[in-house]
């Protein structure tokens, strides 16, 4: 028997009974009732997937050939011709942590902080697409971070629609849709609209759809993209709400059709963290963590759920530190240990057209002692002075974020003036100052020993050299400055590098 066409609904359960007619009486009975589903799907590509599979590509020489990966795909339905697997759904392997994250450092010239006044620009955003595209690191699973407040992250999403039949057995095709995804995060310094209460970051998505195909066309098909975020409170904030540690702002999600996000593929999202407190010393630092991950829900017509996807998760840092004279409340991007940079060239000059004081002499002294620390004074064989890498760094030393933090500066301080000597390199003089690393700001300063390790396991791993005075100082400046602009919390790692 031959249905009408357009009689049957694809996915529509029917049901049908029958009764015999042997040409001249009929049956007085009718047989049971009997169901069906009606199922189209063999009408599409056949495929090895399965609903809910879809692909998050992280590689930039696939992410740069959409056309390529598309053609792949309407030729095999899958992606394995590229090397790829599903990394969400049901076919997906097993995840893997890909994350580079403490091996991973952004670097500050120091001369950003000349004098060590507050630059005029303290954020230094990634500007546009183009700009995260073109960064190295921007298809790292941890994102690309420019520097303590900015961050993008750039994926290629292929989500497919796929159905599956009893006759013919397997799966099958049924659309399509492919688009870049660009990430851009903005740390912030300061608190929402001048609160001291709320910290806050801003998102810019960008889906650039290179393809739309079969169910993703039709009428009532919808993409939402929402940037939730999950956050946790660090040690001491015992009575902080957990849901207030990162939640979504005014700017929650965008909902449009995907032929809309292909004529305007622009979205504005927020993340916010609210504390208890306002900040003090005595109440210590409100720190909150967030993982926020972009996510994409399709639906479409005669589905009969949402078909999800991600991009890859990143990591926002809110913090509360009263001890920070420029900004007591602030949101960065900790997933890259921050780093500072003296260069060798930086040198001191009466002008014209004025007055400059650089860092050179600083520079030398670092780059130096770490490159021979043995021959560095106090003399000690198998010195060790960290700091150069982001796997064995520094950690700062705030003597005003609390009593403990002060006596550490302190003896750091007190420890360091036992070797400026008659016998130290570079002999005391007028004009010079005894400069030392690592810095008296640190952890690893010249009393690690009497906090750290078994007896004498690190003491005399520092080194004191005589150098010009105005330097050492400019350098200091320069170091307290970007402590404060670049929001390095009391105990948190950082290196310095050195230029030429």
Avoid at 199 to 221: C, M, Q, S, T, Y
Avoid at 342 to 363: M, Q, R
Wanted: include cysteine; aromatic fraction near 10%.
């Amino acid at each position: 028997m031959q249905v009408p066409a357009g009689q049957l609904v694809d996915g529509k359960t029917y049901k049908f009974r029958t009764n015999a007619y042997d040409g001249t009486h009929y049956n007085l009975n009718f047989s049971p009732w009997r169901e069906f589903v009606v199922e189209t799907a063999a009408a599409g590509q056949p495929t090895s997937l399965q609903p809910g599979d879809s692909y998050t590509i992280t590689d930039r020489k696939i992410i740069s050939d959409p056309a390529k990966v598309q053609e792949i795909f309407a030729r095999d339905g899958n992606l394995e011709a590229l090397g790829l697997k599903p990394n969400r759904g049901p076919s997906a392997p097993a995840a893997q942590n890909t994350r580079a994250v403490w091996e991973r450092s952004y670097t500050t010239p120091s001369t950003k902080f000349a004098g060590g006044r507050k630059p005029a620009d303290q954020y230094g955003y990634i500007a546009d697409v183009d700009e995260c595209s073109n960064a190295d690191d921007s298809d790292n699973a941890a994102g690309y971070i420019k520097n303590r407040f900015s961050y993008c992250q750039e994926t290629l999403t292929l989500m497919p629609a796929i159905k599956c039949g009893l006759w013919p057995p397997g799966c099958y095709l049924q659309g399509e849709f492919i688009a870049t995804n660009t990430l851009i995060g903005k740390g912030k310094i300061g608190g929402l609209d001048g609160s001291e209460f709320t910290r806050h970051a801003e998102f810019d998505l960008n889906i650039d759809v290179h393809w739309i195909g079969g169910e993703f066309k039709k009428p009532g098909a919808k993409l939402k993209a929402t940037l939730p975020c999950e956050g946790s409170w660090n040690a001491g904030n015992a009575d902080a709400e957990e849901t207030e540690a990162c939640y979504s702002g005014l700017h929650e999600e965008r909902e449009d059709s995907p032929s809309q996000w292909q004529i305007n593929g622009d979205a504005q999202f927020d993340l916010w963290s609210s504390t208890p407190h306002l900040p003090s010393v005595e109440g210590g630092e409100q720190v909150a963590v967030g993982k926020f991950t972009p996510t994409f829900e399709f639906t479409l017509p005669g589905y009969g759920q949402f078909i999800p996807t991600e991009g890859e998760e990143g990591e926002i840092r809110f913090d509360s530190a009263a001890y920070n004279p420029w900004a007591k409340v602030g949101s960065v991007f900790p997933d890259a240990t921050p780093s500072l940079r003296y260069d060798k060239s930086d040198t001191s000059h009466a002008g014209p057209p004025v007055a400059y004081t650089g860092v050179e002499a600083v520079a030398r002294h670092i780059d130096e002692a770490r490159k021979d620390p043995d021959a560095s004074y106090p003399t000690k064989t198998g010195k060790n002075l960290p700091g150069e890498s982001p796997l064995h760094p520094l950690h700062r030393i705030t003597e005003s974020a609390g009593t403990a933090s002060k006596a550490r500066y302190d003896e750091n301080e007190r420890v360091r003036k036992l070797d400026c000597n008659e016998s130290t390199p570079g002999a005391p003089a007028a004009g010079k100052d005894c400069d030392e690393y690592p810095f008296r700001s640190s952890a690893e300063g010249a009393a690690r020993y009497l906090y750290e390790g078994t007896g004498d396991e690190f003491k005399d791993d520092f080194s004191v050299r005589y150098i010009d005075s105005a330097e050492n100082q400019e350098a200091g400046r320069r170091l307290g400055a970007w402590y404060h602009s670049d929001r390095i919390l009391d105990w948190e790692a950082f290196t310095v590098s050195i230029g030429d």
